[in-house]
């Protein structure tokens, strides 16, 4: 099987977004109110049956492709270890403005109350960056009680959970991991290639400013009673806050795959960059590509595939061994590997 280009697949959602992923994709897609595109999921959107999952070019449901030959797909050792579940979700998120305070659920308390065995821990690449002040908010600076977390939910005191924060300025090429049950919120101007276990669960902590119905649909219909037990309360240290950060030149070339992401990301997914001086070589596995610039091939065991700037793409692992030509930028996304299930939290 060769790498598959997908179609279009920008979703709208409750906050503005999505003029650079049109641009990017060249699509024409909704500039306004559609910031995220879900690329290669085979993870409906909570409370969806098939919203949010992509399709391949003939209009198969990428899920029903992989359930049909998971071994081509993904390689016997990763179903052996995960099933016939890619066990990742890559999204590319445009923040328009930025997005409310929130958290998502632990593997653990997923399972416990959510029917499911993933959270989700996910992690931003940052692509590009606008405004004078580009930043996100991650981790709160000291330990927040149960009642004073629940009084903020209870208010909608948006500044409050600011104040609350670690304001951390961005730029191109951080990569920052989220861990489960950590508040956070991307900012505006704000353009990453975001990975994340396979999920839709997020506990909206915020949602006033916002066009949501956060009473009902911000708690993962468990209510805010049980849903709140989902948050890391206690200070984030700036040790922390180093460990899940990396940065990367994004321009820089080098004839093999440069990770992008911090050793904590691993028990959850992975993401490299690939940016080839003359060619490099990516090993046979499941691979969801964003070509961020420039122009190349792709090379596997049925031969090439020409890529450009835009470009989304699944990579099965009977592509084999994948050789990457020309002047061209990718950050090209994996499942965590083998050897990492059941590790993470």
């Known amino acids: 099987m060769k790498p598959v280009i997908l179609p279009p697949h920008q979703l709208r959602c409750f906050y503005q977004g999505g003029a650079r992923i049109a641009a990017l994709r060249g699509d024409g897609g909704d500039e306004s109110w559609s910031p995220e595109e879900w690329i290669a999921s085979t993870t409906p959107r909570y409370g969806e049956v098939v919203a949010g999952l992509s399709a391949l070019p003939g209009g198969q449901l990428l899920r029903e492709a992989i359930q049909a030959d998971p071994g081509s797909w993904l390689g016997a050792e990763h179903v052996a270890a995960f099933g016939a579940d890619p066990a990742i979700l890559v999204k590319l998120l445009d923040a328009g403005e930025r997005l409310p305070v929130h958290v998502h659920p632990t ?3 997923s399972r416990q109350h959510l029917n499911c065995p993933y959270g ?7 692509i590009e960056v606008t405004g004078d002040d580009p930043h996100v908010y991650l981790g709160f600076k000291d330990d927040v009680s149960a009642e004073d977390l629940r009084a903020l939910v209870d208010s909608q005191d948006s ?5 609350l924060m670690h304001r951390i300025p961005v730029e191109v090429g951080d990569s920052i991991v989220v861990p489960s049950g950590t508040p956070h919120a991307t ?6 290639v975001e990975l994340q276990e396979p999920t839709d669960f997020s506990i909206l902590l915020e949602h006033k400013p916002f066009d949501i119905d956060g009473e009902t649909k911000g708690h993962l219909g468990i209510g805010f009673d049980l849903a709140l037990q989902a948050v890391k309360r206690t200070a984030t240290s700036l040790d ?7 940065h990367l030149d994004l321009t820089k070339p080098a004839d093999q795959p440069q990770k992008t992401m911090p050793p904590i990301a691993d028990p959850y997914f992975r993401a490299d960059l690939v940016r080839p001086e003359a060619s490099a070589a990516v090993a046979a596995g499941f691979g969801v590509l964003v070509v961020i610039d420039g122009a190349g091939s792709l090379d596997g065991t049925d031969g090439p595939v020409a890529i450009t700037s835009g470009d989304v793409l699944a990579v099965p692992y009977s592509a084999g061994e994948v050789t990457v030509t020309g002047n061209v930028g990718i950050v090209w996304s994996r499942p965590p590997a083998p050897d990492e299930a059941g ?3």
């Open 159 to 163: 500044q409050g959970f600011l104040d």
């Open 240 to 246: 922390e806050l180093a460990s899940w950060r990396g």
């Open 107 to 109: 593997r653990d308390f």
């Open 120 to 126: 989700k821990t996910e992690a931003w690449v940052v």
């Open 187 to 192: 900012g505006a101007g704000v353009f990453v």
């Open 343 to 345: 590790k993470g939290a």
